[in-house]
């Protein structure tokens, strides 16, 4: 990857073994950033901030504290979170709760028809005049479609865009990151996202195996 001087890479979706779908103890996941040289990491593990904060204590500068929360239409991408948003409120209730904290919103995955997480066009475009941005690339949508009608989107309503690994493994962190000016909370990132470089790579379908296994361990070991 090019490396620009006074530019920060950022790994914007990623999940912990705080997410029901990952093994990734938060030491890991910082240790693989360190790594690879992710200069920043938001951790938006499924409706908890818990994952992100035990990272955060670990290397406070690197990560920001995210949070990927189900709402009762799509999937919502939070970074900068200070509380906790819970699941299965309506989008609007969910993006004004991060309003209210000062939280950078952006939208998981908009036109992946083979998540849950997915949106319908119309309960998206009720709520693009109140969110920052959207992923207009997300390394795990299984089909390209999905990624190209986000990005078109995004250029038809001049949103800006964020993309991300969604990785749930630690060998996953990276594959798809943002080459953003430097800032230091979620307003800044607002100023400088539009100009973002994208530097994003397609994961293979077997990745998904892995949260697949995840969740099977956990309900095992839950039983």
């Known amino acids: ?25 938060p030491a890991d996941l910082v240790a693989a950033c360190r790594r690879k040289g992710i200069d920043r990491v938001i ?8 994952g992100a904060r035990v990272a955060q204590e670990i290397d406070p500068e690197r990560v920001i ?13 939070a970074a900068f ?14 993006i004004q709760r991060l309003r209210d904290q000062g939280a950078f919103v952006s939208v998981s995955h908009p036109f ?8 319908k066009e119309p309960d998206l475009l009720e709520i ?13 949508c299984m089909r390209p479609v999905f990624n190209r009608r986000a990005a078109e989107f995004a250029r038809k309503h001049n949103l800006a865009g964020t993309v991300g690994s969604d990785a749930h493994a ?9 080459l953003v000016e430097q800032f230091e909370n979620a307003d800044e990132l607002r100023q400088v996202i539009r100009k973002g470089i994208p ?6 379908p077997w990745f998904h195996l892995v949260s697949r296994y995840a969740s099977i361990i956990k309900k095992i070991e839950s039983n």
């Open 128 to 140: 693009i005049p109140l969110v920052d941005a959207i992923e207009v690339y997300n390394s795990r």
């Open 170 to 178: 630690a060998f996953e962190l990276g594959r798809s990151l943002l």
């Open 81 to 94: 979170v200070t509380e906790e948003i819970p699941a299965m409120l309506s989008p609007r209730e969910t």
């Open 112 to 119: 992946d028809e083979w998540r849950s997480g997915g949106w």
């Open 199 to 204: 530097h994003v790579k397609r994961s293979p």
């Open 65 to 77: 504290i995210g949070e990927e929360i189900m709402t009762r239409r799509g999937e919502i991408l």
């Open 43 to 50: 951790v938006t593990d499924h409706n908890t901030i818990a």
């Open 1 to 25: 990857m090019p490396q620009f001087a006074s530019f920060l890479s950022i790994e914007f979706h990623c999940h912990t073994v705080f997410s029901k779908d990952s093994l990734t103890r």
